[in-house]
């Protein structure tokens, strides 16, 4: 069991009270708090601090502001987004913003993100430092906890010449030197060093896809689900109750390819033993970041191929009906290997290929992919799923079974890693 520190306290406790003031103001101080002790544990991420003499006006305005943060884009030809300081000599700064009483940091991330471009579209939102600020005055002292998170950003990039603040560059060694602060400096170095492990066109059509179809998803989760699927709603009950038995007391927990995170609410709120839930999903869209969650829910935004997580760091992962959406055999051994790296023990799940499943389950998987537009790549047989996991994870232990719900089949695995 992980035994990290980021456990919800006890009533009476500090954080306790915290987490009872958020609910009843609509706060997010509790949440944000969970976010930035699960960050430290889940990524590598390195500290940068910043020390600063201030005055008694910008003390009191640093109290007021605990948490801000920091924002790194870049475009598909990994060039930069920087904007010009209002300072005497030239130099770059990067987008920055507080943290509000009401947002978290995902949250903000998208309203800075929106103050550079209205119509500015982000993928692979992922956090590459921390920053901690420290403003003194006088012997008084404030403490800032700040994340810098970087995130690609799609279409036109030119928007940023038609403005006198913010510009898109090469990044040159010149343009480095001339950021005026040396924690964005550092936090640039990893981003850059982070840049080198992507592919920045992976599984782009999916997330276009996403984007595309959310107002057919809307009409599909409040009217299909609601009127024409009570079966498979049974049948999801009965999936998170596989799901709960399978993660048992797992205090760290990933789900791979969590879409609008409806089944980690489930969850979470069938095992109150867990400490947070990683939703992590490649698309973002309005429909995920909409949804209602628990506070102990935290979304990412990562390539599950190519995850940024710290090795063994969650005690359980999920990878649910992924595994015919990957393009191809190389994508499938990035994600098992991706899993395996990251997680103790994972489960596996997926649809079987509905050509040989029943005549409803192939009318529902016309419906997913004419109306819904769903972009399964390759469906995999029984025997095929069994080989692919079994050839994946040799000499490990393993457990397949089979699921059956009203629009068709799946095939899932239980994996231990934790005694490699």
């Given at each position: 069991m992980n035994t990290m520190s980021f456990t919800t306290a006890p009533d009476g406790s500090e954080t306790g009270l915290t987490a009872a003031l958020d609910r009843l103001y609509d706060t997010k101080f509790s949440q944000n708090k969970l976010t930035l002790s699960a960050y430290s544990e889940i990524y590598d991420l390195p500290v940068f601090a910043h020390n600063e003499e201030v005055n008694e006006?910008?003390?009191?305005?640093a109290s007021s502001r605990t948490e801000f943060v920091a924002l790194l884009l870049y475009d598909k030809n990994k060039k930069v987004l920087l904007e010009l300081t209002n300072s005497d000599r030239f130099s770059w700064s990067i987008p920055i913003a507080s943290v509000g009483e009401q947002e978290t940091f995902l949250d903000t991330v998208l309203r800075l993100a929106r103050s550079v471009s209205p119509k500015l579209s982000l993928y692979e939102i992922e956090p590459v430092a921390l920053i901690k600020n420290t403003f003194t005055n006088k012997g008084q002292k404030v403490v800032n906890d700040?994340?810098?998170?970087?995130?690609?950003?799609?279409?036109?990039p030119a928007f940023a010449a038609r403005t006198s603040k913010h510009h898109i560059v090469e990044l040159s060694d010149?343009?480095?030197?001339?950021?005026?602060?040396?924690?964005f400096r550092s936090a640039i170095h990893c981003m850059r060093q982070r840049l080198t492990t992507f592919d920045l066109e992976t599984q782009q059509n999916e997330i276009e896809h996403n984007e595309a179809a959310g107002a057919r998803y809307v009409v599909h989760n409040r009217v299909i689900k609601k009127f024409f699927?009570?079966?498979?709603?049974?049948?999801?009950?009965?999936?998170s109750k596989i799901l709960t038995e399978a993660i048992q007391n797992a205090g760290l927990v990933l789900d791979v390819s969590a879409g609008d995170?409806?089944?980690?609410?489930?969850?979470?709120?069938?095992k109150?033993?867990?400490?947070?839930?990683?939703?992590?999903?490649?698309?973002l869209t309005t429909n995920i970041l909409s949804a209602k969650r628990n506070s102990k829910i935290m979304i990412s935004n990562h390539d599950a191929?190519?995850?940024p997580f710290r090795s063994k760091s969650f005690d359980f992962a999920i990878c649910m009906n992924t595994l015919h959406h990957m393009p191809g055999e190389g994508h499938i051994r990035a994600l098992l290997n991706s899993i395996r790296r990251v997680a103790k023990r994972a489960l596996i799940w997926d649809f079987s290929d509905p050509k040989s499943g029943t005549v409803g389950h192939r009318a529902w998987n016309f419906y997913y992919k004419r109306w819904l537009k769903d972009q399964a790549q390759h469906y995999l047989s029984?025997?095929?799923?069994?080989?692919?996991i079994s050839s994946a994870y040799q000499g490990l232990d393993i457990n397949f079974s089979e699921f059956y719900a009203a629009h068709g089949k799946f095939n899932y695995a239980l994996i231990e890693f934790d005694n490699e």
């Amino acid at each position: 069991m992980n035994t990290m520190s980021f456990t919800t306290a006890p009533d009476g406790s500090e954080t306790g009270l915290t987490a009872a003031l958020d609910r009843l103001y609509d706060t997010k101080f509790s949440q944000n708090k969970l976010t930035l002790s699960a960050y430290s544990e889940i990524y590598d991420l390195p500290v940068f601090a910043h020390n600063e003499e201030v005055n008694e006006f910008s003390l009191a305005y640093a109290s007021s502001r605990t948490e801000f943060v920091a924002l790194l884009l870049y475009d598909k030809n990994k060039k930069v987004l920087l904007e010009l300081t209002n300072s005497d000599r030239f130099s770059w700064s990067i987008p920055i913003a507080s943290v509000g009483e009401q947002e978290t940091f995902l949250d903000t991330v998208l309203r800075l993100a929106r103050s550079v471009s209205p119509k500015l579209s982000l993928y692979e939102i992922e956090p590459v430092a921390l920053i901690k600020n420290t403003f003194t005055n006088k012997g008084q002292k404030v403490v800032n906890d700040g994340v810098v998170f970087m995130a690609r950003i799609d279409g036109d990039p030119a928007f940023a010449a038609r403005t006198s603040k913010h510009h898109i560059v090469e990044l040159s060694d010149q343009d480095l030197e001339a950021v005026r602060k040396p924690v964005f400096r550092s936090a640039i170095h990893c981003m850059r060093q982070r840049l080198t492990t992507f592919d920045l066109e992976t599984q782009q059509n999916e997330i276009e896809h996403n984007e595309a179809a959310g107002a057919r998803y809307v009409v599909h989760n409040r009217v299909i689900k609601k009127f024409f699927l009570t079966k498979s709603k049974r049948k999801k009950l009965e999936q998170s109750k596989i799901l709960t038995e399978a993660i048992q007391n797992a205090g760290l927990v990933l789900d791979v390819s969590a879409g609008d995170s409806a089944m980690a609410n489930e969850v979470v709120k069938r095992k109150p033993d867990i400490r947070a839930y990683v939703a992590n999903d490649l698309a973002l869209t309005t429909n995920i970041l909409s949804a209602k969650r628990n506070s102990k829910i935290m979304i990412s935004n990562h390539d599950a191929t190519n995850l940024p997580f710290r090795s063994k760091s969650f005690d359980f992962a999920i990878c649910m009906n992924t595994l015919h959406h990957m393009p191809g055999e190389g994508h499938i051994r990035a994600l098992l290997n991706s899993i395996r790296r990251v997680a103790k023990r994972a489960l596996i799940w997926d649809f079987s290929d509905p050509k040989s499943g029943t005549v409803g389950h192939r009318a529902w998987n016309f419906y997913y992919k004419r109306w819904l537009k769903d972009q399964a790549q390759h469906y995999l047989s029984d025997e095929h799923f069994r080989d692919i996991i079994s050839s994946a994870y040799q000499g490990l232990d393993i457990n397949f079974s089979e699921f059956y719900a009203a629009h068709g089949k799946f095939n899932y695995a239980l994996i231990e890693f934790d005694n490699e």
